[in-house]
């Protein structure tokens, strides 16, 4: 089983929204580290965009199976290929986590937009019996 | 053997075309639920970009496989999730459609702008077979 | 193992760079063929912008495994729909390119954005032993 999210966020949403002003809010939805690498650059906005996307885009594709909220799916950046981290200590049942997905995200911002793709591949583990 | 397809949309596009004038149009593109859908909202042009956006995306993602018009590509709202309803009376021959592929598509929106990711997933007869 | 990319590119940023006074600039980018293809267009900026986001989606897609330049990623028309074409002659070991991945790539653009995604499968040789 597997499953897609696409978003698309305008970066003028966050341009208009100054960390120092609504910190209560970047915290609400992104975490520590994220909000770390975002203001690690001259023009914030385009990194929190590029994140916020990131993070609703694996939420579309995980959301069917996983119930967790968006400040729980961390974007971390590895180099150059953002990854997944699912903070997921109380999210869902076992049975709908006990073999968490595999998870790929990629970005892309300019100026003005930021978009991102999730894909999420849930191993069926009845399916994987009958293969082995 | 799978396939993808990425499609995006001005909404300006849809804004310009009026549904109450332009019904001939909307009626030839759109399945009926697909404009209920879309004329339930305040602003439908952007509900009609993302579901042409995600007809369009559908269509890239199995048109090297199965032979269909984009009005029989119908994006239904299931909740959240987009879901794609293949219509295919008359589309290809057996050897194209006797197992229906798995689609996911996934649509976003801004005020201006409209993206629809699809991936297909072919289900392979032969492989099918040595596998289980 | 799978891996996917997403690109969004503003097409200004090729209708500011005019083919005959930056000709180094596109033969450093793009291939023979896809500057031929672009230029074949009235409007050759979306054309280049849709390559180039298609090339960064497809590099996105593989650079975890495969070592290639941009310019050795070439979008090819087949039709309607693009193909990849990897010109792998010296990039990265036998090891990692024993089995080429499974690429597939999309293209969209408006008037003022491409956007392009891809999806690559690497065939695992351990696993594909181990089903058949």
Same mark, same amino acid.
């Given at each position: 089983?597997?499953?897609? /999210?696409? +978003?698309?966020?305008?970066?003028?949403?966050?341009?208009?929204?100054?960390? /120092?002003?609504?910190?209560?809010?970047?915290?609400?939805?992104?975490? $520590?580290?994220?909000?770390?690498?975002? %203001?690690?650059?001259?023009? $914030?906005?385009? !990194?929190?965009?590029?994140?916020?996307? /990131? #993070?609703?885009?694996?939420?579309?594709?995980?959301?069917?199976?996983?119930?967790?909220? %968006? !400040?729980?799916?961390?974007?971390?950046? +590895?180099?150059?290929?953002? #990854?997944?981290?699912?903070?997921?200590?109380?999210?869902?049942? $076992?049975?709908?986590?006990?073999?968490? $997905?595999?998870?790929?995200?990629?970005?892309? !911002?300019?100026?003005?937009?930021?978009?991102?793709?999730? %894909?999420?591949?849930?191993? +069926?583990?009845?399916?994987?019996?009958?293969?082995?």
């Amino acid at each position: 089983m597997w499953d897609i /999210g696409v +978003d698309v966020v305008e970066v003028q949403r966050f341009r208009a929204l100054d960390y /120092g002003e609504n910190t209560e809010f970047y915290n609400r939805v992104f975490t $520590p580290r994220e909000i770390e690498y975002c %203001l690690s650059f001259k023009n $914030p906005a385009q !990194h929190f965009a590029a994140t916020y996307a /990131g #993070k609703e885009s694996v939420y579309k594709a995980i959301n069917s199976r996983i119930d967790i909220e %968006l !400040h729980r799916i961390e974007i971390v950046r +590895d180099r150059n290929a953002p #990854k997944v981290n699912l903070m997921m200590e109380d999210c869902g049942g $076992p049975e709908k986590t006990d073999s968490p $997905p595999q998870i790929k995200v990629s970005l892309s !911002h300019t100026s003005s937009y930021a978009v991102a793709f999730a %894909l999420a591949v849930f191993e +069926d583990p009845e399916q994987a019996r009958s293969i082995k």
